[in-house]
């Protein structure tokens, strides 16, 4: 077993000895920012752990209110929905929005967080191959009757994959219906891809109505808590027919102030997401070399596969006996686990290119 014994950064101390880390999603260090914790610190002095009752009654203060501030601010938009979890977000936007579509369409390797909402949805639900365009529109075809109307939900980015959905292929599946809604959970790509940090359809380049998102706060921006950015009307929509985010007690008062001290240092600070995106191409670059095929996107996640039978899980032991922490995950344990298993590679935006050549270059020794 790991234990972390500090905060998450690029030297990080795991079972008492400190290592390069390349893990986990704290892509800016936000998790142990000083500015942060000092305005989770002042929080929780003046407003306690937490307000301790439903956001329909009391549970509002004005901690929450500056997070609603700070996320509409970050993300372009005239309102926003702010709760417990991230994982909920996906049941919340397939809640609220029920009357609205007729049948789900759901990647198989999706988030855990995405088949719960699509099960709890109450509706017909159809899978499709993992980010196969062709095998959605077959899907499409043979299980849309007259009159019904499609939602699409997947990943934004695939946790262990790093894969970005082909969204715009999907689009154009759905062009004939007009009532289409395209749902994504981005919780992997809030705050790291997109010119604004603002998640999958701004780095697609992709406007319009009946496009919807579910984030989170705890990965790349160093707080808690889910969000869903939208117009009011989205909003109201979702406030008024869903009761699950109704149902749940407030994010803790430290943890909200954290996430909104973390969107405002973000908004403000863009070149953190430059050196980040600097990084990862310098990154993927290096492990193309070796001969492992990447993708070349922004993500900070790279996800190594076992090509040519490469031991991954050998691998992951000896990075971890020579400093360098990375994670393993075997076929089948997490979601967009390719077969066989793979090693998940988080980059930072503060890692040091010599940290990085000495990744590399200890992976090149085992393979």
Not at 74 to 93: C, K, P, R
Not at 337 to 360: E, M, N
Request: with cysteine.
């Amino acid at each position: 077993m790991y234990v972390m014994e500090s905060t998450p950064g690029p030297r990080t101390v795991i079972n008492g000895k400190e290592v390069d880390y390349f893990s986990g999603c704290g892509y800016y260090d936000l998790q142990g920012h000083p500015e942060i914790i000092k305005a989770a610190c002042e929080a929780v002095k003046k407003f306690g752990i937490s307000s301790a009752t439903s956001p329909l009654v009391y549970g509002n203060n004005p901690i929450l209110q500056r997070i609603q501030t700070k996320a509409c601010t970050f993300f372009g938009t005239e309102s926003t929905l702010y709760f417990v979890s991230g994982f909920i977000g996906n049941s919340i936007l397939l809640d609220g929005l029920r009357d609205q579509y007729d049948i789900i369409f759901v990647d198989e390797e999706s988030h855990y967080s995405v088949l719960h909402a699509a099960l709890i949805a109450q509706k017909p639900v159809v899978k499709f191959r993992y980010m196969d365009v062709e095998d959605f529109r077959k899907k499409v075809k043979e299980n849309i009757r007259p009159s019904q109307r499609p939602l699409l939900i997947c990943d934004g980015i695939f946790p262990i994959s790093g894969d970005i959905s082909p969204i715009p292929d999907y689009q154009q599946v759905l062009k004939e219906y007009d009532e289409a809604i395209i749902c994504v959970d981005d919780a992997h790509a809030t705050g790291v891809i997109g010119k604004k940090g603002r998640g999958t359809f701004e780095y697609l380049g992709i406007e319009g109505e009946r496009l919807y998102s579910a984030g989170t706060l705890s990965k790349a921006i160093g707080g808690h808590g889910g969000i869903i950015a939208g117009s009011k009307e989205l909003i109201e929509t979702l406030n008024k027919n869903s009761n699950i985010h109704h149902a749940c007690s407030q994010t803790p008062i430290p943890d909200a102030a954290a996430a909104a001290k973390a969107l405002e240092m973000l908004y403000k600070n863009p070149g953190l997401r430059r050196q980040l995106w600097d990084n990862v191409s310098y990154a993927k670059k290096k492990l193309r070399s070796l001969g492992f095929n990447i993708n070349d996107t922004p993500v900070p996640i790279i996800c190594l596969r076992p090509d040519a039978g490469i031991d991954l899980e050998f691998i992951q032991s000896e990075l971890f006996k020579r400093g360098l922490a990375v994670i393993y995950l075997p076929g089948g344990r997490y979601t967009s686990v390719p077969t066989g298993g793979a090693l998940r590679i988080s980059i930072f935006y503060s890692h040091t290119r010599k940290q990085i050549d000495r990744l590399v270059d200890t992976i090149k020794r085992f393979i």
